[in-house]
């Protein structure tokens, strides 16, 4: 199995690799509009996505699981609640006023950096 293999958890794949690769026409999206001005809809694309996989996709694969004999519990770590509540707090600091600049851009990238590492060490 290949995160035997690499030596990550499945937690950063889950959450990390599967993250960014699974999102990367709405990654792209964000980014193009974002480089022409329209920060408003950049922000919707990278928000609407976190919502989405919140209220549609995860109810879905809880009923798949129940269906299929596969219970897919919903039993947080710390981390990861404590990764959730501060993500919010910081998108919401972010979008407030409907603007950017390269500096918040930077900082954003900061955080998933830190949060990356975070969940590369959990095992």
């Not at 293999?5 to 794949?13: A, D, L, N, P, T």
């Not at 990390?16 to 980014?31: F, L, T, Y």
């Not at 919707?44 to 879905?60: D, E, K, L, M, R």
Request: aromatic share 12%; net charge neutral.
């Amino acid at each position: 199995m290949a995160i035997k293999e690499f030596g990550v958890s499945e937690i950063f794949v889950g959450a990390i690799i599967v993250g960014v690769i699974g999102n990367a026409a709405e990654h792209s999206s964000a980014v193009m509009f974002a480089r022409k001005g329209k920060l408003d809809l950049s922000i919707g694309i990278a928000a609407g996505s976190g919502t989405q996989i919140a209220i549609f996709v995860v109810p879905i694969l809880v009923i798949a699981g129940i269906l299929l004999n596969k219970p897919f519990s919903l039993v947080f770590t710390v981390y990861e609640l404590d990764v959730v509540f501060l993500s919010a707090i910081i998108l919401n600091l972010i979008a407030h006023d409907g603007k950017s600049n390269w500096f918040e851009g930077i900082m954003l990238t900061a955080v998933y950096v830190m949060i990356a590492v975070g969940f590369f060490f959990i095992k």
